[in-house]
């Protein structure tokens, strides 16, 4: 199994550490920057390591076994590079909203995040329009994939929306401007004459508190308007299962700073809140108006306003938003699934191994249909991605072994270490790369006909285009391939100078 | 206009004593003087030791032709006049930074370059000395030791960029710019590395820490009053004393409690260090700062290392917070020279980090709800408030 070095903001159960931790076939390092970025206990475990206190980052990675560097923001990729430049490993950049901004950004960012992109071997964006903003700022779209994030449907189960005449809007995040609470909360003001019962919260914590109390005040919004924080996750989750609408007033901050797809909005949408929000961001990406909910422009109180009053005044409507929610949730934004896909994501760039893989593991179009067919979102809630999770372990395992003896060959017996200056033997280690070289070209070929055949029948054009992007990945696997092999070569001969330990 | 000479800065005990009858603000002090801006362009650094006034007087006039010198307007014998700077420091200005930006490599390479030809000693500083000005121009102030310290590499610059985790990104651009520097410094490295088996002691004598050999200070963790602890590999550090006294009684509480799983690993002895594990992990007191609640897992690990010590025969029985480094196994104590020595039978310590930390209430109350015979035992008598009750119980 490879190992991925994760480096993220804070060892902190808010900070994506399904992405870290519950990857499939990807076992993990889970890295801060500093000891003092580790606050949660329940999640320190032997994997939990800190950057700054890496001594020497080739004996590091040796010693770890790591295969790959994953930065889950674009700030901690460029912080990676050092790390990347003295161990060879690929990097992998996840692009959150926060990072394509260039507002309240340090000094020297966006050359620097020019250097990331020439660098960097792949970049995570969390939607396409962040993919979009990328490719703007000179990032080759090759090195690009769109990673959603994904809700844990085990956890936001789907409910019918309420029955009843309660009226309760719902919002959920962080006090800052781009969440746009205080667009809703004038909303909000304006329907209060026609729905008089209607009661909006809002769960967050954030430098705009004393605002936005002041502005609830200055609204005579009254004992209607709660606003709730430092709630225990699943308090939070009770609150969305309870209310009857909600909303997500996303905006672009006056600084420039934008949101990805919140994820409270797929939430409510998988526990089946009829949902509005704004477009925004990646959010037309997940809601398409009057399909999955509502969406109205940004920052603009009298349609959200409107909206409100259309969703309040519409129950009949909601059943049908809130199932459509739930299977765009479980198509595209569905926890297991999007680990897979990340999985995936990862081998493009490690493990010759694993390069037959892809026509091994079911092809996606078709869950896509077994997920079609599922016919109520009751039922679906069981469906958890896992008919696409268990891969072929046998298969890839056989083909591990394979790689694995051919590793021991060329590297791990210190009796051949010592004996590689022969000439023979150094014959012996070029015979065995091109077999793993022969042995790549001949899976790429398989595969490549499996394709052929697979997609005989398609002739959309959509499928010619991902042939096409199949096709330069490939390339770069190849590529990839021979550079691992050329850097395997290296590390011998290093090993037998002695190896460079980086003195300073 | 007011007379800035009027202004007294002294020795005093633990800092400079400074008297100010002017509206003059004081803007920085150190160890060496303090610093009153004089209006919006020039300040005034007024020192306490006439010789190191000259010492900074004859450095400025030596790099008088160079463009990030301050400007010195007038001197005297105790004072120098000199360009004020209204500008973020280099620190400041990185802040969030986490690839420090090549025009920064570039001018601070230039700098490093100019002091070198000038003949100065002291080819360093410290991030907060320099200045970015307009146009990102950089300036570097605080001059006193340029011909008296010896730092033929940047230590002080390279261990502040550590600290800020942007040391890395500047010797790889330090080594594509210009090689044959970074080679320089890796071989100044290499050749000052530390060889803690044939170091040798320094007594500061009575109230003073050990002497830190400068070169080194890349792998110093920390230090205090008994020792300096230095990185030695990935998995160990060591602990240099200055007195063997107190290594030998650091030693014995180490090795006779190997067992207690709170106590570091020791892996070998000499007369004046231990070599012992290095423990990865924030300390307590850091860990706490992030916590709006104090769990009662950690009220029962600190209860147990407690109750532990105490069962074991030690006598000092305290845990300070920035003492305790958490770790993937477990909360490690740390700083063990008067554990069997100093007599102290309540956590006098830990009770007032805690309340730094605003939890002394919530951890009394769990420690009643958990062990209310300990509970009794350490509130039969007040807790003391103040520190100079703490040490004497």
């Given at each position: 199994?490879?190992?991925?070095?994760?480096?993220n903001?804070?060892?902190?159960?808010t900070?994506y550490?399904?992405?870290?931790?519950?990857?499939?076939?990807?076992?993990?390092?889970?890295m801060?920057?500093?000891p003092?970025y580790?606050?949660?206990l329940?999640?320190?475990?032997?994997?939990?390591h800190?950057?700054?206190e890496?001594?020497?980052?080739?004996?590091?990675?040796?010693?770890?076994?790591?295969?790959?560097?994953?930065?889950?923001?674009?700030q901690?990729?460029?912080?990676?590079?050092?790390?990347?430049?003295?161990?060879?490993?690929?990097?992998?950049?996840?692009?959150?909203?926060?990072?394509?901004?260039?507002?309240?950004?340090?000094?020297?960012y966006?050359?620097?995040?020019?250097?990331?992109?020439d660098?960097?071997?792949?970049?995570?964006?969390?939607?396409?329009?962040?993919?979009?903003?990328?490719?703007?700022?000179?990032?080759p779209?090759?090195k690009?994939?769109?990673l959603?994030?994904g809700?844990?449907?085990?956890?936001?189960?789907?409910?019918?929306?309420?029955?009843?005449?309660?009226q309760?809007?719902?919002?959920?995040?962080?006090?800052?401007e781009k969440?746009g609470?205080?667009?809703?909360?004038?909303?909000?003001?304006?329907?209060?004459?026609?729905?008089?019962?209607?009661?909006?919260?809002i769960?967050?914590?954030?430098?705009?508190?004393?605002?936005?109390?002041?502005?609830?005040?200055?609204?005579?919004?009254?004992?209607?308007?709660r606003?709730?924080?430092?709630?225990?996750?699943?308090?939070v989750?009770?609150?969305?299962?309870n209310?009857?609408?909600?909303?997500a007033?996303s905006?672009?901050?006056?600084d420039?700073d934008v949101?990805?797809?919140?994820?409270?909005l797929?939430e409510?949408?998988?526990?089946?809140?009829?949902?509005?929000?704004?477009?925004?961001a990646?959010i037309?990406?997940?809601?398409?108006?009057?399909?999955e909910?509502?969406l109205v422009?940004?920052?603009?109180?009298?349609?959200?306003?409107?909206?409100?009053?259309?969703?309040?005044?519409?129950?009949?409507?909601?059943?049908?938003?809130t199932?459509a929610?739930?299977?765009?949730?479980?198509?595209?934004?569905?926890?297991a699934?999007?680990?897979?896909?990340?999985?995936?994501?990862?081998?493009?760039?490690?493990?010759?191994?694993?390069?037959?893989?892809?026509y091994?593991?079911?092809?996606?179009?078709?869950?896509?249909?077994?997920l079609n067919?599922?016919?109520?979102?009751?039922?679906?809630?069981?469906?958890?991605?896992?008919?696409?999770?268990?891969?072929?372990k046998?298969?890839?395992?056989k083909?591990?072994?394979?790689?694995?003896?051919?590793?021991?060959?060329?590297?791990?017996?210190?009796?051949?270490?010592?004996?590689?200056?022969?000439?023979q033997?150094?014959q012996?280690?070029?015979?065995?790369?091109?077999?793993v070289k022969?042995?790549?070209v001949?899976?790429?070929?398989?595969?490549?006909?499996?394709?052929?055949?697979?997609?005989?029948?398609?002739?959309?054009e959509?499928?010619?285009?991902?042939?096409?992007?199949?096709?330069?990945?490939?390339?770069?696997?190849v590529?990839?391939?021979?550079y691992k092999?050329?850097k395997?070569?290296?590390q011998?001969?290093?090993?037998?100078?002695?190896?460079?330990?980086g003195?300073? | 206009?007011?007379?800035?000479?009027t202004i007294?800065?002294?020795?005093?005990?633990?800092?400079?004593?400074?008297?100010?009858?002017?509206?003059?603000?004081?803007i920085?002090?150190?160890?060496?003087?303090?610093v009153?801006q004089?209006?919006?362009d020039?300040?005034?650094?007024?020192?306490?030791?006439?010789?190191?006034?000259?010492?900074e007087e004859?450095?400025?006039?030596?790099?008088?032709?160079?463009?990030?010198?301050p400007?010195?307007?007038?001197?005297?014998?105790n004072?120098?006049?000199?360009?004020?700077?209204?500008a973020?420091t280099?620190?400041?200005?990185?802040?969030?930074?986490?690839?420090?930006p090549?025009?920064?490599?570039?001018?601070?390479?230039?700098i490093?370059?100019?002091?070198k030809q000038?003949?100065?000693?002291?080819?360093?500083?410290?991030?907060r000395h320099?200045?970015?000005?307009?146009?990102e121009?950089?300036?570097?102030?605080?001059?006193?030791?340029?011909?008296?310290?010896?730092?033929p590499?940047?230590?002080?610059?390279?261990?502040?960029?550590?600290?800020?985790?942007?040391?890395?990104?500047?010797?790889?651009?330090v080594?594509?710019?210009?090689?044959?520097t970074?080679?320089?410094w890796?071989g100044?490295?290499?050749?000052?590395?530390?060889?803690?088996?044939?170091?040798?002691?320094?007594?500061?004598g009575?109230?003073?820490?050990?002497?830190?050999?400068?070169?080194?200070?890349?792998?110093l963790?920390?230090?205090?009053?008994?020792?300096?602890?230095?990185?030695v590999?990935?998995?160990?550090?060591?602990?240099?004393?200055?007195?063997t006294?107190?290594?030998?009684?650091?030693k014995?509480v180490?090795?006779?409690?190997?067992?207690?799983?709170?106590i570091p690993?020791?892996?070998?002895?000499g007369?004046?260090?231990?070599?012992?594990?290095?423990?990865?992990?924030?300390?307590?007191n850091t860990?706490?700062?992030k916590?709006?609640?104090?769990?009662?897992?950690?009220?029962?690990?600190?209860?147990?290392?407690?109750?532990?010590?105490?069962?074991?025969?030690?006598?000092?029985i305290?845990?300070?917070?920035?003492h305790?480094?958490?770790?993937?196994?477990?909360?490690?104590?740390?700083?063990?020279?008067?554990?069997?020595?100093?007599?102290?039978?309540?956590?006098?310590?830990l009770?007032?980090d805690?309340?730094e930390?605003?939890f002394?209430d919530?951890f009394l109350?769990?420690?009643?709800?958990?062990?209310?015979?300990?509970?009794?035992?350490?509130?039969?008598?007040?807790?003391?408030?103040?520190?100079?009750e703490?040490?004497?119980v």
């Amino acid at each position: 199994m490879h190992t991925v070095m994760h480096l993220n903001l804070r060892v902190d159960p808010t900070q994506y550490i399904s992405q870290i931790r519950e990857v499939p076939d990807y076992d993990y390092i889970h890295m801060v920057r500093q000891p003092k970025y580790m606050i949660d206990l329940s999640l320190l475990n032997e994997k939990v390591h800190y950057l700054n206190e890496v001594f020497s980052p080739k004996e590091y990675v040796k010693r770890n076994n790591i295969s790959l560097l994953h930065a889950h923001h674009g700030q901690l990729g460029m912080l990676l590079l050092p790390f990347k430049e003295e161990t060879n490993l690929p990097l992998v950049t996840s692009i959150r909203g926060r990072d394509a901004t260039l507002a309240n950004q340090p000094i020297g960012y966006l050359d620097n995040m020019k250097m990331l992109f020439d660098r960097g071997e792949r970049f995570f964006p969390v939607c396409q329009y962040l993919a979009d903003r990328l490719i703007a700022w000179g990032c080759p779209s090759e090195k690009i994939r769109v990673l959603y994030g994904g809700v844990d449907l085990n956890e936001f189960k789907y409910r019918a929306p309420h029955k009843g005449d309660s009226q309760n809007i719902l919002s959920i995040g962080r006090l800052v401007e781009k969440k746009g609470h205080h667009i809703l909360m004038q909303a909000f003001q304006k329907i209060r004459g026609k729905f008089p019962n209607a009661t909006l919260t809002i769960i967050g914590r954030g430098g705009l508190e004393e605002y936005l109390i002041s502005l609830a005040n200055q609204l005579n919004l009254g004992d209607s308007f709660r606003l709730l924080n430092h709630l225990p996750k699943d308090q939070v989750r009770e609150q969305m299962t309870n209310a009857d609408i909600f909303c997500a007033a996303s905006l672009e901050a006056a600084d420039g700073d934008v949101e990805g797809i919140p994820n409270t909005l797929k939430e409510a949408m998988a526990i089946g809140v009829p949902v509005i929000s704004t477009n925004h961001a990646g959010i037309p990406e997940l809601i398409t108006n009057n399909k999955e909910g509502v969406l109205v422009q940004e920052n603009n109180v009298d349609e959200l306003a409107d909206a409100l009053e259309f969703m309040l005044s519409n129950r009949e409507k909601w059943e049908t938003y809130t199932v459509a929610a739930r299977q765009k949730v479980e198509q595209k934004f569905n926890l297991a699934q999007q680990l897979q896909q990340q999985a995936e994501f990862y081998d493009e760039l490690v493990a010759p191994y694993k390069l037959g893989k892809r026509y091994l593991v079911t092809p996606r179009q078709k869950d896509k249909k077994v997920l079609n067919e599922t016919p109520q979102p009751q039922q679906q809630g069981k469906y958890d991605g896992e008919r696409i999770a268990p891969r072929k372990k046998a298969e890839l395992a056989k083909k591990a072994l394979i790689y694995m003896q051919q590793l021991q060959q060329l590297q791990g017996l210190p009796q051949l270490q010592q004996l590689k200056q022969f000439p023979q033997l150094q014959q012996l280690q070029q015979q065995t790369n091109d077999k793993v070289k022969d042995e790549l070209v001949t899976s790429i070929k398989k595969e490549k006909e499996a394709k052929v055949q697979q997609g005989a029948k398609d002739q959309d054009e959509k499928i010619a285009f991902r042939k096409k992007e199949k096709k330069a990945q490939k390339a770069e696997k190849v590529k990839k391939a021979l550079y691992k092999i050329q850097k395997f070569q290296q590390q011998a001969i290093d090993e037998q100078l002695g190896g460079d330990h980086g003195g300073l | 206009m007011e007379d800035f000479k009027t202004i007294t800065v002294t020795k005093g005990e633990k800092s400079l004593e400074i008297h100010n009858p002017t509206s003059y603000p004081l803007i920085g002090m150190g160890a060496q003087g303090a610093v009153f801006q004089l209006s919006e362009d020039k300040c005034v650094k007024i020192y306490s030791d006439p010789v190191q006034a000259k010492m900074e007087e004859e450095a400025l006039a030596a790099g008088k032709h160079l463009p990030f010198m301050p400007l010195v307007y007038d001197t005297g014998p105790n004072y120098i006049v000199m360009e004020y700077f209204n500008a973020p420091t280099l620190k400041e200005y990185l802040r969030n930074c986490t690839y420090i930006p090549d025009s920064i490599v570039e001018k601070l390479l230039y700098i490093l370059k100019e002091l070198k030809q000038a003949k100065f000693t002291m080819i360093d500083a410290p991030l907060r000395h320099i200045f970015v000005v307009g146009n990102e121009e950089l300036k570097v102030i605080d001059h006193v030791n340029s011909f008296k310290r010896i730092h033929p590499v940047p230590l002080k610059l390279l261990r502040d960029l550590k600290i800020i985790l942007l040391k890395d990104s500047f010797l790889d651009q330090v080594k594509k710019l210009e090689p044959d520097t970074f080679n320089e410094w890796e071989g100044y490295f290499n050749q000052n590395s530390l060889d803690f088996r044939n170091i040798p002691v320094h007594s500061g004598g009575s109230g003073n820490g050990v002497k830190v050999d400068s070169a080194i200070t890349q792998t110093l963790i920390g230090k205090g009053h008994q020792g300096a602890v230095y990185r030695v590999s990935e998995e160990t550090c060591v602990k240099l004393y200055g007195k063997t006294e107190h290594a030998n009684q650091e030693k014995m509480v180490l090795l006779s409690s190997q067992d207690l799983p709170f106590i570091p690993k020791v892996f070998e002895t000499g007369p004046n260090y231990i070599l012992m594990e290095y423990l990865l992990g924030p300390d307590l007191n850091t860990f706490l700062k992030k916590q709006s609640v104090l769990s009662e897992d950690i009220t029962k690990r600190l209860l147990y290392i407690l109750k532990t010590m105490e069962k074991s025969g030690f006598k000092q029985i305290d845990a300070p917070l920035r003492h305790i480094i958490i770790t993937k196994n477990g909360f490690k104590l740390v700083d063990h020279v008067y554990s069997f020595s100093r007599e102290q039978k309540r956590p006098l310590e830990l009770f007032k980090d805690l309340r730094e930390r605003n939890f002394l209430d919530a951890f009394l109350e769990q420690v009643k709800a958990i062990d209310p015979d300990t509970y009794a035992e350490w509130t039969k008598t007040p807790i003391p408030l103040d520190e100079n009750e703490n040490t004497l119980v």
